[in-house]
């Protein structure tokens, strides 16, 4: 299940994914993500994720792979929340070949991904 987190900046749109996902999940994703890149012009994304990539159906992984694709040149920082080794790995090797800043931020660190995603920070 992905559900939407209230209450962040007005520049970012941030999701808690939890239990199984599937791609129709990710409706009420590309929903927000249109309406903030209509607003913004750009994309600054965060991915809280309160369970393990398995949990993932194919269809979500492609779900989330179209979202990539479809705004590919308004992405502008995107941060996973995890403490998930393999997800930090994923995510290093995918931040090379999209445009944007992608991290990843141990579960711990949430208020200081907020603040990066929202550009509210810069971090080295």
């Known amino acids: 299940m992905i559900q939407q987190i209230p209450d962040l900046p007005f520049n970012m749109?941030?999701?808690?994914?939890?239990?199984?996902?599937?791609k129709d999940d990710f409706e009420i994703v590309k929903t927000k993500v249109s309406e903030?890149?209509?607003?913004?012009?750009?994309?600054?994304?965060?991915?809280?994720?309160?369970?393990s990539p398995s949990d993932f159906t194919i269809g979500a992984w492609?779900?989330?792979a179209l979202l990539g694709i479809s705004n590919l040149t308004k992405w502008n920082r995107a941060s996973i929340i995890s403490d998930s080794e393999t997800v930090?790995?994923?995510?290093?090797?995918?931040?090379?070949?999209?445009?944007?800043?992608?991290?990843?931020?141990?579960?711990?660190e949430y208020d200081l991904a907020v603040d990066w995603t929202s550009e509210?920070?810069?971090?080295?």
């Open 13 to 22: 749109v941030g999701f808690r994914s939890s239990g199984e996902v599937t």
């Open 36 to 51: 903030l890149v209509e607003k913004t012009g750009k994309l600054n994304y965060l991915l809280y994720l309160d369970n």
């Open 62 to 64: 492609l779900q989330d």
């Open 88 to 108: 930090d790995n994923f995510t290093t090797v995918f931040s090379k070949i999209m445009p944007g800043e992608f991290r990843v931020f141990p579960k711990a």
């Open 120 to 124: 509210k920070i810069d971090l080295e």
